[in-house]
Structures are given as C-alpha cells and as structure tokens.
C-alpha cells in the first residue's frame, strides 16, 4: 500500500529533500526510534511500533498536503536523545559539570599537587540524588561507578513525604560535603520547584541543580531561583534547549527560525483538528521540539505526542492527564 510521503519523491520540487530525509528516516528509525520506550511491548493496531506506520497515520492528521509536507520536514527539527546520547549526558555531568562546579565552590588550586587528590575526596562526599524519578539514578550511578551511600531518592517525593530532620541527619551523618540533584529534561522548572525548595530549607551544604537538557524556560526559572537562594542553590544545566528547538505562542521579533515558524503553522492545524486549545503543551505560550528515548516530555507541542482525535507520531506515556 503507498505512504502519504512515497509520493513526494516523485515531485520534482521535493524530490531531493524527500529522499535526503527519508534516508535520515529510515536510519533513525533502525537505530533510535525502534527503542521509544512507551512502545517496546504496545503494537495495537491504534498506535504501531514501526515508525514508518506511525509517521503514515500522523501525517494524515494533517488536513491538506502543504501541512503534511511541513509535518514531514518537522520530524528533522525535533532534538531526540537516545540511549547512547543519554549515556553521553551521564558522563559529561559527572566527568565535567560536577568537578568544575567542586572546584569553584572549594576553590581548589589547579596548581597544588594536592588537587586531584582533593578533588577525588570531594566527589565521593558528594550526595547524588534525582529530583524526580524520571530521572533513573541507578543507570547515572552504574555508568558512573557511583557505590556508595545507601540510599538516592528522588526529592520529589521526599518533598511531599520526607522527615526533614531524618533527612538532615543524613546528610550530617555521611558527612557530604554538598549535593547534586539531577533531572533528566525540565521544561519550566515548575514540577522540581518543590524538591529545590526542600533542598534550600534543608541541606545545609552547597546544592547543584543539574537538568541533563533543559528548555529555555526553565533555564531562566531555575537560574532566578539559583541567584535569589543566597548561595544555598548552584545550577548548571549539561545541555540548554536552542532556540531552533523551542516555538512561541506569539511570534517573535525579526527573523525566525524555520523550524519554529513551521511547528507554529502545524500547532495551529492540530488546534483546529482538534479543538484543543492546549496545542503548545504544559506551558501553554510556548512548546518544545524534543523527544527523548524514555519518553516525550509534556513541555513538547502536542501534535508530536497527543491522543486527542490525534494519531500520534510519539505517543507520550503521561504522569497525570492534561486538563
């Protein structure tokens, strides 16, 4: 049976684009896509696991076929992060973010022959702990060689049913020197902001906030956050979200980036297909174009995941339904 996009690379106008995405498609979906986590046992017949299926069911989402060729375009603007892109993330954040944040805040002379030893000392004082249990500290932990304390929970929960005093008695007990949280993506920072304040109120030692990936919202939240703590709270995202990965409710001053443009129009299409207003995601002014291997963040625009009278392209596993 013929796809929605076969047809393209028989026009003369998009035949060479087609055909150099549909070579990164089909490398992608061997190599990346076939691992999408919330589709490694489901293959309904609503939502299959192969990806060419999907992409066929989604694109026919769109009403007209200037929509449909956008939507095929927009799959090349989406930042993914696979297994190995993660594993990637884990090394650099505790190979280079946390060292240089342990050096900054002890001041740590580059030049002493006491350095490296210090500085050794220093990461195994260190605490790290996920903000949330998105993030999968036992994966951070084993690829870093990480043995020790006992226990790294997620400041999520310990927000909502932690014994603060038991908490801080821990930290004084192991004698850490300071604390790293860790998230895998944060959007705008509003679900981890309870774990942050936990940390401010309790911890008692220097705290590094540090989101693998993070949207430029959240960027700016939590860096607010970071300078209104007094020095409590440190933060040092690995990767911050560009602006090619990000579109905005309302469009922005002077040129912009084709991919934004391009996710605004097809947000606009779902909207109107669907009649949810909320096309933007959790942040409602603005939405991101990023997937991850684990799952699609609900930060990102809702014609890539939604189930809404949609047939999504990644389907989202949620946390809790969007009102």
């Known amino acids: 049976m013929a796809r929605i996009f076969d047809e393209w690379q028989t026009e003369q106008d998009r035949e060479l684009l087609c055909s150099e995405l549909m070579e990164k498609y089909e490398l992608y ?101 996920p903000i949330t249990d998105s993030l999968r500290i036992s994966a951070f932990r084993h690829i870093n060689h990480i043995e020790e304390p006992d226990f790294f929970p997620d400041w999520r929960s310990l927000s909502v049913f932690g014994d603060e005093a038991a908490i801080k008695k821990y930290i004084l007990d192991k004698k850490f020197k300071q604390v790293v949280l860790i998230e895998d993506f944060v959007g705008s920072g509003k679900q981890i902001t309870p774990a942050l304040k936990l940390a401010e109120r309790i911890c008692g030692v220097p705290v590094l906030v540090m989101p693998l990936v993070i949207g430029a919202k959240g960027n700016s939240n939590i860096s607010k956050f970071a300078n209104d703590s007094e020095g409590k709270i440190h933060f040092r995202p690995v990767v911050v979200l560009g602006e090619d990965c990000m579109v905005t409710k309302a469009a922005p001053e002077g040129r912009e980036h084709a991919s934004s443009l391009r996710a605004r129009n097809l947000i606009d299409s779902y909207c109107r297909s669907t009649g949810d207003n909320s096309g933007y995601g959790f942040e409602e002014s603005q939405g991101y174009l990023f997937v991850a291997e684990t799952n699609c963040p609900n930060n990102t625009i809702r014609p890539i995941h939604s189930g809404n009278k949609w047939s999504p392209l990644f389907p989202r596993s949620g946390r809790r339904s969007k009102k």
């Open 29 to 129: 979906a061997k190599k990346l896509f076939i691992n999408y986590e919330p589709l490694l046992i489901s293959n309904t017949e609503s939502v299959p696991r192969d990806f060419f299926q999907r992409l066929d069911r989604w694109l026919k989402n769109f009403p007209n076929d200037t929509d449909q060729w956008d939507a095929f375009q927009l799959i090349n603007d989406i930042f993914y992060v696979g297994r190995h892109e993660l594993i990637e993330l884990y090394r650099v954040a505790f190979e280079v973010i946390v060292p240089n944040w342990i050096c900054d805040i002890h001041k740590f002379n580059f030049r002493s022959k006491d350095y490296y030893p210090n500085l050794q000392l220093a990461m195994k004082q260190t605490w790290f702990c």
